[in-house]
């Protein structure tokens, strides 16, 4: 089984409004961490938020929020707010295990692009 | 800039010729991976070392690849004998160990294309 599922083949989003891009994974360990990256063109993979599994609160990082239903192994981004340069691939990715003890598993990724 | 850099940005080289990358980690950081990226797929992962030591391999690292990090600071991808299939972008990434949150930041990968 995929470990992280992302099935959106585009998304297409007018600017200023809200998108959710939509993650589920899969792992029986019970201590594990869900990151989103933005690769632009440029080819350059960005960072955006974290949330680890253990974590009571959703993650924030200014327009950038993360929906974490562990019930169901699911954690969507959602982007507030849109703007033109948010037009990129947004991959979705975990961590299994306690500390930084492993590698992160990617999602196959999401293009978002943004309309004026 | 203190991110993390790597070199070449982009390569062409012909089949069976030898190609190597370079990858200089955030200075702090003692964590270092390598990821391989095909085109409308995600990275997929490689390699990580942990200062000098690599600690993990995966089997899509062929005997052909070779990565080192002899001193734990920056690391090299060699790959010899490229075939057109290694045509991929290969990403460098580094991070802290010790918490799972440790964010893990990568720099803007190296192109090969094997012609």
């Known amino acids: 089984a995929q470990k992280i599922t992302q099935t959106q083949p585009g998304m297409f989003v007018q600017e200023k409004e809200a998108v959710t891009l939509d993650c589920t994974y899969d792992?029986?360990?019970?201590?594990?961490?869900l990151f989103w990256y933005k690769q632009p063109s440029s080819g350059e993979m960005i960072f955006l938020i974290y949330?680890?599994?253990?974590?009571?609160q959703n993650a924030t990082e200014g327009r950038y929020s993360l929906n974490f239903q562990k019930a169901r192994k699911s954690a969507n981004l959602v982007i507030s707010a849109s703007q033109l340069g948010d037009s990129a691939m947004y991959f979705c990715?975990?961590?299994?295990?306690?500390?930084?003890?492993?590698?992160?598993?990617f999602g196959k990724g999401i293009t978002l692009s943004v309309r004026p | 800039d203190t991110g993390v850099s790597q070199n070449p940005r982009h390569k062409i080289t012909k089949r069976g010729q030898n190609v190597t990358f370079r990858c200089d980690p955030i200075?702090?950081?003692?964590?270092l991976y390598w990821y391989r990226q095909t085109l409308g797929q995600g990275p997929e992962f490689l390699t990580y070392?942990?200062?000098?030591?690599?600690?993990?391999k995966s089997r899509l690292l062929s005997d052909r690849f070779s990565a080192e990090r002899p001193k734990g600071s920056f690391s090299t991808l060699e790959i010899q004998r490229t075939e057109q299939g290694d045509s991929a972008m290969y990403l460098c990434?580094?991070?802290?160990?010790?918490?799972?949150?440790?964010?893990?930041?990568f720099g803007e990968g190296s192109w090969l294309t094997v012609v």
């Open positions: 990434a580094s991070s802290l160990s010790g918490r799972s949150g440790n964010t893990i930041y």
């Open positions: 070392f942990q200062n000098e030591a690599q600690l993990e």
């Open positions: 792992t029986s360990d019970p201590s594990y961490g």
């Open positions: 990715a975990m961590r299994e295990g306690a500390g930084a003890n492993s590698k992160l598993t």
């Open positions: 200075s702090e950081h003692n964590r």
């Open positions: 949330q680890g599994s253990y974590d009571q």
